[in-house]
Structures are given as structure tokens and as C-alpha cells.
């Protein structure tokens, strides 16, 4: 590794030495980051501490490095579904474990800053992979009345601290494109309003001027994909009574990027940015950056979709017309199954303002209803061993099969229970399922918001039960 390179495109370079190989999707639980805290109490450039405790009981931990004059403080996670952040910390922590590499700005770091650092705010949240706590309290609405124990604890830890810089960690939809673009926006920053007018002073610039300073880096690495998040003050909101008690609060926003699912990219960006943040703030970099970069930084806007159909002909009521079709998926998370992904159909219509993050032109095609399949099959072993080609050519996109638990199918197709209670039509709501045909001939089937193409025999085993 040569440290002859600009510091921030070594890192991102580099990056793979550093990620704590242990997280490796974003599912990643309570207990899984404590034993990685435990293993940091051993390390003297930590010091570790448990501040409190979870609504359930679980532990939250603060963690220290440094002993400079600024500090700086961050906490992940008040969000239990948005822990992107939340592994990047880790990596971060790996970082600063390591004597071998960037030791010249590891030492400007340490002796000019004093970091603190409290990881997964909400592990109730976090365990069961939903945004609110163990309460259904959205912690980030809990800024003002304290009802939380989780908010309780990061406002006395803030207080406690007097932070000079704070980072408040979050993901967001991926849907949200970077203005009226159809690019996704990567990643989102805000300096949280301290007022209703928007008001800039001291505090709240240097909160400008650093994120101008990780826009025009990251700008290298994701150009254009790099947005504003709504700057609308919101009372209840940690970040923004921060930035009203003194401390320069960054909001960063971690969103989607296509082929990114689990989001190991985007930890990586939020590693670099957290990084080069440390390193702007120790040397005063930030301060050389105009603030009109800021200023430049397309909001966020709600233009995308997670898949998009267009020119698909339709019949309804013997009359044929076209349409663009618009799905997204929801991630669903069950207590003994784990996580599937559940698709609906979003919009219908002309979309020709929309984008689609994958975005299919089927000009050509007839959308028809699929058949559902009524053999009696003994078990799901021997539905796993019928031909799925010959039985998707025929125009089947269900099964029926009465003796399965399970939410997913693990097959191209549906399962449902009782023939002809699902209603697949094409309507706002239902889950797309259908068969789109060519000259007559069946050339794709799509499976819960899947698609299986016939042509090249690509199937997607994302089935639901039903």
C-alpha cells in the first residue's frame, strides 16, 4: 500500500484491508456488534463504556479515541432498518486499530481531535430490522419530550460531550433520485436548519463548508449522484437541536446505488467521507471550501421506482391500450423465516417524468393474466423437480399447494392455497404477476415482481406463498 497517492484515493483504494470482514450484509444484529466492542476493550486506543441500555434491555455502548481539543461526535443507527453506518464505524475502528498504514494522519487525528463514537442507538430496532424502537416510538421524533430511552441516552451523552462537529448517520430510500434525474442519490447530505427561516450562523456554516469539501470528494468516485436531503426544520429531530445547541451537525444519508443491494459500496463511501472528515476538520481544511458547493446540491426528489415496464399493451374489456408499469419491492422481515422481498405495483399509467432503477422498454408486448397450476403435488420437493420451463411456456405463474408455511416459494412461480382467492389483476396494490407475450408466443413471465425470461431459461427463484 503506497501512500504516495492522494490521501482520500488510497483509501478508497485501500479500503478492503480495513472492512471488518465479519459484517458482511446489513443484517446484522445486537449481539454480533457487541462481541466486536468487547474485542475493542482490549485495544488502549480505545476506550470503551456501556451508557445505557436499550427499552428491551440491551446495551448501548460510547466509544473514545484521541485526546486533541475538538471534538467530535457520532452516532448511528436511531433507525434500526438504516445500518450502513453503523458497519462503516466498524471499519473505521479497524483503521485506527492498524500501526502499519496513513500513520502521519492518524496522528493529526488523534492529537488534534477527541472522537466519540456510539454505534446502533437503536439495537431493539436494529434486532428486529424496523425503523421505530421496542415502544414503536420513531426515535428521531424524541428529540423534545425524551420518552425513549434510547433518546434519553443520546441527549445526555450529547450534553455531556459538547461536541464540536456531530454526525448524524442514517439510510434512506433508495427511490430517491438526485434532483429531477433518473440517478439514484447515493448519498445525501444536510446541515440541518436550526429555525423555521433557515437561518445561517457560525455553527451551521461550518457544517456547509465541510460537506462542500466531502461533495466535491466523493464527487470522484459517484459523480452525480450526490444530493440534498429536504431542508425543512423539524423541532423533534435530534440533528437540528444539536445544531441549536452549538455543535455543527452533518446529516449523511446513505442511499442506493443499482447492484448495491446490501450495500457494502455505499459503506465503503461512508467510510472514505468519515475518514476525510476527521482529517478536514484537524487540519481546518473545511474552511477553504464555498459554501455555494453546498448551495449547488440538488435536493432530493421522489423520481424513482424500483423496476418500470413501458409500452406494455394491455386488453381491458376488449379494448387495447398501452401502458408503463411501475413496481417497487418491499423487504420483509419474519421472526423465523428471515427477510424476503415482496413486490406491488406502484403507478400505472404514462411514467414517461419516472425513472425505473431497472427500467425495461416493452414495446410490442401484450401483458396477460398467468394460469395457476392444480396438479396435486405431494410436496415441495417434487414441485422443486418439475420442469420450470415447460410449465412457465404454457403460461403458468402459480401453483396450487395447500401444505407449506413459508412466505417464499424459492421458486419461479406462486404458490397459493385456495385457487382463485388471489386477485393478480393489474391494479395499484397488487402483486405483479403475469406473462407478456410477442406475436403470441410467451417470452417473459413475471413472478412477484420478478422476471423469468424463456428466451435465454434466466429464472428468478422469488416466488411468494400466498
Known amino acids: 500500500m503506497s501512500q504516495n497517492f492522494n490521501f482520500e484515493q488510497s483509501l478508497y483504494h485501500n479500503y478492503e484491508f480495513f472492512k471488518e470482514k465479519s459484517i458482511k ?87 488534534n481531535s477527541t472522537i466519540y463514537f456510539m454505534p446502533m442507538v437503536n439495537p431493539d430496532g436494529a434486532d428486529k430490522f424496523m425503523r421505530r424502537n421496542a415502544m414503536m416510538i420513531d426515535i428521531n421524533r424524541d428529540a423534545n419530550r425524551l420518552e425513549t430511552p434510547e433518546g434519553k441516552l443520546l441527549m445526555e451523552v450529547f450534553d455531556s460531550i459538547k461536541a464540536d462537529f456531530g454526525f448524524n448517520l442514517h439510510d434512506q430510500t433508495p427511490r430517491y433520485s438526485v434532483g429531477n434525474s433518473f440517478k439514484q442519490a447515493t448519498i445525501s447530505f444536510l446541515a440541518p436548519p436550526f429555525d423555521y427561516e433557515k437561518s445561517i450562523n457560525d ?41 441549536k445547541k452549538g455543535t455543527s451537525t452533518i446529516l449523511v444519508e446513505s442511499g442506493g446505488w443499482k447492484d448495491d443491494q446490501e450495500k457494502q459500496f455505499i459503506r465503503k463511501l461512508n467510510f472514505i467521507l468519515l475518514i476525510s472528515a476527521f482529517k478536514q476538520i484537524c487540519d481546518n481544511s473545511y474552511k477553504n471550501f464555498d459554501e455555494n458547493i453546498y448551495n449547488s446540491i440538488p435536493f432530493n426528489e421522489e423520481r424513482l421506482y424500483d423496476l418500470i415496464f413501458r409500452n406494455l399493451t394491455i386488453s381491458n374489456n ?31 399509467g404514462d ?4 425513472y425505473g432503477i431497472e427500467d425495461y422498454d416493452f414495446s410490442g408486448y401484450q401483458l396477460d393474466s398467468g394460469k395457476t397450476l392444480t396438479k396435486d403435488f405431494a410436496n415441495l420437493k417434487e414441485i422443486k423437480k418439475a420442469d420450470f420451463f415447460e410449465l412457465l411456456k404454457k403460461g403458468y405463474t402459480n401453483i396450487l399447494f395447500r401444505n407449506i408455511k413459508e412466505p417464499i416459494s424459492y421458486l419461479p412461480f406462486n404458490l397459493i392455497t385456495e385457487k382463485n382467492r388471489i ?22 413471465s413475471v413472478i412477484n415482481g420478478f422476471i423469468q425470461n424463456l428466451n435465454t431459461k434466466t429464472f428468478q427463484k422469488n416466488g411468494l406463498v400466498f
Open 318 to 348: 376488449g379494448i387495447n391500450y398501452k401502458i408503463d408499469l411501475a413496481i417497487n419491492y418491499d423487504e420483509i422481515f419474519n421472526d423465523n423465516f428471515g427477510f424476503y422481498r415482496k413486490a406491488r405495483i406502484e403507478n400505472i
Open 203 to 243: 455553527i451551521r456554516l461550518n457544517s456547509i463548508k465541510l460537506i462542500s469539501g466531502l461533495y466535491e470528494l466523493l464527487n470522484k468516485y459517484i459523480p452525480g449522484h450526490i444530493s440534498k436531503y429536504s431542508d425543512d426544520y423539524e423541532p423533534r429531530a435530534f440533528g437540528d437541536n444539536f445544531q
Open 423 to 444: 386477485d393478480f389483476s393489474i391494479k395499484i396494490g397488487n402483486n405483479p404477476t403475469f406473462i407478456l407475450k410477442k406475436n403470441g408466443k410467451i417470452e417473459f
Open 25 to 111: 450484509n446489513r443484517f446484522f444484529k445486537h449481539k454480533d456488534i457487541v462481541s466486536l466492542i468487547e474485542n475493542l476493550r482490549h485495544r488502549n486506543i480505545f476506550q470503551v463504556q456501556e451508557v445505557g441500555k436499550s427499552f428491551e434491555g440491551k446495551e448501548i455502548f460510547l466509544l473514545k479515541i484521541g485526546n486533541g481539543k475538538k471534538k467530535i461526535f457520532l452516532w448511528s443507527q436511531m433507525h434500526g432498518d438504516e445500518p450502513t453506518a453503523t458497519a462503516a464505524l466498524f471499519d473505521i475502528f479497524n483503521f485506527f486499530i492498524d500501526t502499519t498504514f496513513y500513520n502521519d494522519v492518524k496522528q493529526l487525528i488523534l492529537q
Open 351 to 354: 411514467l414517461s417524468t419516472f
